[in-house]
């Protein structure tokens, strides 16, 4: 399996779709939520999305914004905004007919507690233009199968543009490892050839006993070579970001299969349930014991 697939399973993505209808007149959408990405998506018609700090982006059908670091955005009917964020009341297509903005409004988010490393990787925010030459044919494909799902509005849409959305967001994430310029991150790791080979050992196996010595050889680098280029990259040393992944691992056992405390201890290596417990309140900020509660 491919890293971006093994990433993908292990920090599980979620897409919903809670929005899909017409505003017409003066609107202004800002949908943004902390712990949330917010994504938009023009079926018909054309907006202007402004963040503060920037010019207005001119969009029109077919567009694709993702918010990945904004605590504010706004999308409205002209580059000035007239009327209060949310104010406007939106319509269905059938009583908007050819006239007003469509819009497709959803967040996406990973079901963990801690930083996520593929979303700390993407910007701050991508606009992703229809007109202009795709950069992914796939995307492009798929953005056209869910405005027209969008707009007929049939039965089972509600699943159909939340799983359209999903995969969206996948391609976005190849394209960036694919292109990226970056020089930290998990996309920057991912594209170097060697540090990408021990990641993907690591996403294989949680349970594993990897330590750096093992973890350099699959990377063919020496121990001191392999240690300092990974920090560079992830900004952090190989054992904090294998912990901090087995504890997102532990708490959606602990969650979703009603798996006991010390059962997952010992499937993250600890001897003990209170190393374990110390452990996990470190990274994620809950006891585990707190998560076997809310379940």
Not at 156 to 172: E, P
Request: overall charge neutral; some cysteine.
């Amino acid at each position: 399996m491919d890293p971006i697939s093994q990433i993908l399973q292990t920090h599980r993505l979620h897409a919903q779709v809670f929005h899909n209808a017409k505003y017409c007149g003066a609107f202004n959408v800002d949908t943004s939520q902390t712990g949330k990405v917010p994504f938009h998506i023009v079926t018909s018609g054309e907006c202007f999305l402004t963040v503060p700090g920037d010019s207005p982006v001119k969009l029109s059908a077919g567009d694709l914004i993702l918010l990945n670091r904004v605590n504010e955005h706004h999308l409205s009917d002209s580059p000035t905004i007239t009327v209060p964020p949310n104010s406007a009341q939106s319509v269905s297509f059938e009583q908007a007919g050819e006239q007003g903005t469509g819009l497709v409004c959803g967040f996406m988010e990973f079901d963990h507690l801690a930083s996520n490393p593929l979303l700390d990787s993407l910007p701050d925010y991508l606009v992703i233009k229809s007109q202009e030459e795709p950069w992914c044919f796939h995307l492009s494909s798929i953005l056209q199968v869910l405005i027209k799902e969008s707009l007929t509005n049939g039965p089972g849409a509600q699943v159909t543009l939340n799983r359209l959305t999903d995969v969206i967001f996948v391609l976005i994430l190849r394209e960036h490892v694919t292109k990226s310029t970056q020089q930290q991150g998990l996309m920057a790791a991912l594209a170097d050839p060697k540090i990408a080979l021990a990641l993907k050992a690591i996403y294989s196996d949680l349970t594993k006993d990897w330590d750096v010595e093992l973890l350099a050889q699959i990377a063919a680098m020496s121990r001191s070579a392999f240690a300092k280029r990974f920090k560079a990259l992830l900004d952090t040393s190989p054992k904090l970001f294998l912990t901090q992944l087995r504890m997102e691992n532990a708490y959606r056992r602990l969650r979703d299969h009603n798996a006991s405390i010390i059962e997952v201890a010992l499937e993250c290596g600890y001897a003990t349930e209170a190393a374990f417990a110390k452990a996990f309140k470190r990274v994620l900020g809950k006891p585990p014991g707190a998560v076997k509660k809310h379940q």
